[in-house]
C-alpha cells in the first residue's frame, strides 16, 4: 500500500480517486482538513475499503511514525501544503510549519521507517515530493521555458516554503540515501478546486455577478495543466522515475492570466448567458497588482516525454470547457466552497 499526505485537497483528491480506480492498490490518506482539504473530494469512495483517510498533521512525527509502523507502505506521496500564494503573504507562519516544518518531521519519521526495512522492501521504496514550477521564480516574456536545471529563485512565501521542502528532499537524498522522487508541476486546474485559485474563482464571481478581479494588467502568464495529466504524470514518476531525480510536469499551455479570464468568460457567455445577455466580460476590474508577482512561469517538460514516455492528453481548450461545465452543473459545490474560501480569509 502506498501513504498519501494531503489527500482530501484539490490535486490529492483526484490522485485519490484515480490511483484506486488504476491501480486498485490500497491507500492510507493523512490529511488535516484545513478549510482548503474536505472529505467530499472524497464522497464518491464510500465504504471503499482500499481508501482509509486519517485526519492529523504531517507534522505530528508521533502519528505518522505510527502510521509508517501499522501500515508498512512501499511508497509515501506527499501533497499536503499550504498553498495560496495570497494566503502566504499575510500569513507566512503556517506555511512554514506545513511546508517546511512538516515536510522535515516527515522525511525524518519516513527516514527512520526506511532504514528498518528488509532489503527487498527498502530498495523497492520511494518517496514522492510534489512540488511546484513556482520554486524557480520567474521567467522574462523570451526566455527559454524552465528545465529542471534552472536555478531555484522563489519569489513569494508559498514558494519559499515549497522551495525549501524540495532543497531538505533533495539533501535527505545525497545525506541518508532516501531513495526520493521530485515533480515540479504547473498550474493544475479541473474540477473540486477551491474558488482562492484563479479558474474557480472567476467562474464563481462571474455567476454571481461580482466583479472579475485581475492582477497589474493581467499580462502575468501562467503555464496550465488538467489535474488528471498532473496525476497521471505523478503515477508514471512513481512507477519508473529514477530514484534522486527531478520531472518537471508541464503541459506546454502559457497563457496570460487576461485572457484565460476572457477565455472563461467566452465559455459562460455560450453555455450560461447573463440574464441581461451582457457578456461577462463586463465585470472584468484590474486591481492592485500582488506583491512579488512572477510575471511568467513556463515548463519544459521534455524530460519527463523522453525518460518515461509521459504525454498530456487533455487540451487546454476542451480542458477548459469540460471545467467550466463542471463547475455549472455543481452550484452547491461551488457555493460551498466559496463559503470556505471567506471564512479561511476571515480567520474563522
Ligand atoms: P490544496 O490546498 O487543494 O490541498 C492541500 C491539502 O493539504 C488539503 O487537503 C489540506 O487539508 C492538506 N493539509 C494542509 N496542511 C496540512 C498538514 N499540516 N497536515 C496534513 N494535511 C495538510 O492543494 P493542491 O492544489 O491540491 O496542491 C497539492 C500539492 O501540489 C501541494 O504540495 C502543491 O504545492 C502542489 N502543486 C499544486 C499545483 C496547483 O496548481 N494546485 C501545482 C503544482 C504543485
Given amino acids: 500500500m502506498v501513504l498519501v499526505t494531503g489527500g482530501a485537497g484539490f490535486i490529492g483528491g483526484h490522485f485519490v480517486k484515480e490511483w484506486l480506480a488504476h491501480m486498485g492498490e ?8 484545513t478549510y482548503a482539504g474536505t472529505a467530499f473530494r472524497l464522497g464518491e469512495l464510500g465504504d471503499d475499503d482500499r481508501h482509509q483517510l486519517v485526519v492529523g498533521d504531517i507534522a505530528d512525527s508521533v502519528l505518522v511514525r505510527q502510521l509508517l509502523h501499522t501500515h508498512q507502505p512501499r511508497a509515501v506521496v506527499h501533497f499536503a501544503a499550504q498553498t495560496h500564494v495570497d494566503q502566504s503573504i499575510q500569513d507566512p507562519g503556517v506555511f512554514v ?3 517546511v516544518v512538516g515536510t522535515y518531521q516527515l522525511l525524518e519519521a519516513v527516514r527512520e521507517y526506511w532504514s528498518a526495512l528488509a532489503p527487498v522492501p527498502k530498495q523497492a521504496f520511494r518517496f514522492l515530493y510534489v512540488s511546484t514550477d ?4 520567474s521567467l522574462t516574456p523570451g526566455q527559454a521555458p524552465f528545465s529542471e536545471q534552472h536555478p531555484v529563485r522563489p519569489n513569494n512565501p508559498y514558494a519559499a516554503t515549497k522551495a525549501a521542502g524540495d532543497h531538505m528532499v533533495r539533501a535527505w537524498h545525497s545525506t541518508y540515501g532516501l531513495p526520493v522522487l521530485t515533480t515540479r508541476g504547473s498550474n493544475s486546474y479541473g474540477p473540486c478546486q477551491l474558488p482562492e485559485k484563479l479558474i474557480p474563482c472567476i467562474i464563481w464571481n462571474a455567476l454571481s455577478l461580482q466583479s472579475l478581479p485581475i492582477y497589474g494588467d493581467g499580462s502575468q502568464v501562467r503555464d496550465w495543466i488538467h489535474v488528471s495529466d498532473h496525476c497521471r504524470a505523478l503515477r508514471c ?3 519508473s522515475g529514477s530514484v534522486g531525480e527531478t520531472y518537471n510536469i508541464g503541459a506546454g499551455n502559457e497563457c496570460s492570466n487576461l485572457s484565460l479570464v476572457v477565455a472563461i468568460c467566452e465559455c459562460l457567455n455560450h453555455l450560461h448567458p447573463r440574464p441581461d445577455g451582457v457578456p461577462y466580460q463586463v465585470q472584468i476590474r484590474f486591481v492592485a497588482d500582488r506583491p512579488g508577482h512572477d510575471q511568467r512561469y513556463g515548463m519544459d517538460g ?3 516525454m523522453q525518460a518515461l514516455g509521459w504525454v498530456p492528453l ?3 481548450e476542451q480542458g477548459l470547457l469540460d471545467t467550466v461545465h463542471w463547475y455549472l452543473n455543481n452550484p452547491e459545490w461551488l457555493r460551498g466552497a466559496a463559503y470556505r474560501v471567506q471564512a479561511a480569509a476571515a480567520g474563522a
Wanted: net charge negative; aromatic share 8%.
Fill in 302 to 304: 521534455r524530460k519527463i
Fill in 26 to 33: 490500497p491507500l492510507v490518506n493523512l490529511d488535516k482538513l
Fill in 314 to 316: 487533455e487540451s487546454f
Fill in 134 to 137: 513556482e520554486v524557480y521564480g
Fill in 97 to 99: 510549519h506545513t511546508n
Fill in 237 to 239: 514518476v512513481l512507477d
